[in-house]
């Protein structure tokens, strides 16, 4: 069965630092994506970042990047200089190649203080 | 480009009324889409995955009957909530997928609050 863990249910970052949000993933396919997306308060889903299980460099975009671990079958959030906008949800998911599904964490509340 | 639009963004009605929210893909087609509902400080709850022309596939435990679902053309998905009640009230946020690089990301809508009086 596949499966999306988020252990952290609330992160607390200083304002221009980096974070870590934590994500790992269980599935026996050896193709699929992981997807991570920000949920503000105004409950919109934000795509942020993908990551396929075939690529071989970790996937960035921007002040966002994943760290890619497969052996370990971790996928990570990493953000960069952290800004007062970027308080929000965040949710990990998954979805097998060639299925219709994406499955999702149950997600990383993150705060930015000033 | 790959934007999803959901309309209406909140809904107030009357418990035994229905309510019609629509999604729409704004710049692709979308060869699948999606419906959740999510509670408060909850994840997504898949409610049903449709593609354009065929009947939608429902996630066990959620009634058809209740919940219907068209997908009428290739960017426009709709969402019926029939005789609604008051445990009908939930943030419920469709997804689209197609469009982007890659074509297994859902890009999502920006949710239909809604309340059932």
């Known amino acids: 069965a596949q499966k999306i863990t988020q252990t952290q249910p609330g992160m607390f970052v200083q304002e221009k630092e980096a974070v870590t949000l934590d994500c790992t993933y269980d599935t026996s396919d050896p193709s699929y994506g992981l997807f991570w997306y920000k949920q503000p308060s105004s409950g919109e889903m934000i795509f942020l970042i993908y990551q396929g299980s075939y690529d071989q460099q970790n996937a960035t975009e921007g002040r966002y990047s994943l760290n890619f671990q497969k052996a370990r079958k971790s996928a990570n959030l990493v953000i960069s200089a952290s800004q007062l906008g970027d308080s929000a949800m965040y949710f990990c998911?998954?979805?097998?190649?060639?299925?219709?599904?994406?499955?999702f964490g149950a997600g990383t509340r993150l705060f930015v203080k000033a | 480009g790959a934007v999803v639009s959901q309309h209406p963004s909140w809904v107030i009605c009357k418990s035994g009324t229905s309510v019609k929210i629509e999604c729409r893909s704004l710049d692709f087609q979308a060869t699948t889409m999606f419906w959740y509902r999510q509670f408060p400080k909850q994840s997504l709850m898949l409610m049903a995955t449709?593609?354009?022309?065929?009947?939608?596939?429902?996630e066990q435990g959620v009634e058809k009957d209740k919940f219907l679902i068209n997908h009428a053309s290739l960017t426009l998905s709709t969402l019926t909530v029939t005789s609604a009640h008051p445990e009908d009230s939930s943030f419920y946020i469709c997804s689209a997928r197609g469009g982007g690089l890659h074509t297994d990301t859902q890009y999502f809508g920006p949710g239909t609050r809604l309340t059932v009086l």
């Open positions: 449709s593609n354009e022309g065929s009947k939608a596939t429902y």
């Open positions: 998911a998954m979805s097998v190649t060639g299925g219709f599904k994406t499955i």
